[in-house]
């Protein structure tokens, strides 16, 4: 219906996701298995675009909810080492599994539903299969190792914003309340260490963004912005002392007639 074309003005609308990857090494039988068409493979992993909250009976990152009422398409562009590199989903799970030895940058492009009339979204993400331990440290876990410490997680939160959007859209959007992210964790990987501290971080369960979390991002923005202020506050003095003694020099060389 024409009218229903039309732009809510000034509403701004979010869904949170989260986009990334896990990544597994490959058990001795699959690798046999694997050993006629691709013997050099030592890792199987899955990257994928999902809702953020993670739904408590299922043990994998996210994914609580379908988000196929505004996700029409989620295409993964691999790297050109894969046959068809690029990978067209278009039904939940928007995710693709593959196996593989390298790690390499996916581009993620999500295609909205035609009634959101949005622009495609292009999202990075660099396929993570090594459980690093710090950043910097020169040792790679030896296969053996990584395998018994469990898969290594790779997820980024994001916020899908929708500005304006078309009232058709905007209904759709308000009949899909995403799941509230849970409070604190259920369970026992603390999730902003795992990409960093893999090897510790990962062992013992699957990850979990929390409204935790997000607090914590949040009192590390406020107290980021608080040392700016207190910055800005040391220059600006620094400035006017600056500006006074200019002031005072230009007087002298004012009374002095000295010619500069
Ligand atoms: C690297 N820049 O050199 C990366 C490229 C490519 C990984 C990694 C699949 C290979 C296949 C695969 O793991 N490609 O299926 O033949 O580390």
Known sequence: MANERVRVRGVNIHRPIIYGNTATVL??????????????????????????????????????????????????????????????????????TETGWGEFEIQIRITFVPDAGEKPILLYHHLKLHPWTALGDPEIPSLDVALKSGPVHSWQYDELVFNDPFQTFLNTLLAHPPTPLVRSRRKPVPFHLSHLD??????????????????????RLEDARKAIVVEEQKWRLKFLEREKELAQLRKMVDEKGIVV
């Open 27 to 96: 058990t001795s039988k699959q690798r046999e298995q694997l050993a006629a068409t691709a013997p050099d493979h030592t890792h199987t992993w899955t990257v994928a675009v999902r809702g953020a909250a993670s739904a408590s009976d299922q043990d994998i990152v996210g994914g609580a909810d379908d988000l196929s009422y505004f996700i029409k398409r989620v295409t993964f562009k691999l790297h050109d080492t894969y046959p068809n590199p690029s990978r067209n989903v278009d039904k939940p799970p928007f995710e693709v």
């Open 198 to 219: 893999g090897l510790e971080a990962s062992k013992g369960g699957t990850p979990e963004f929390t409204q935790q979390m997000e607090k914590e991002e949040a009192v």
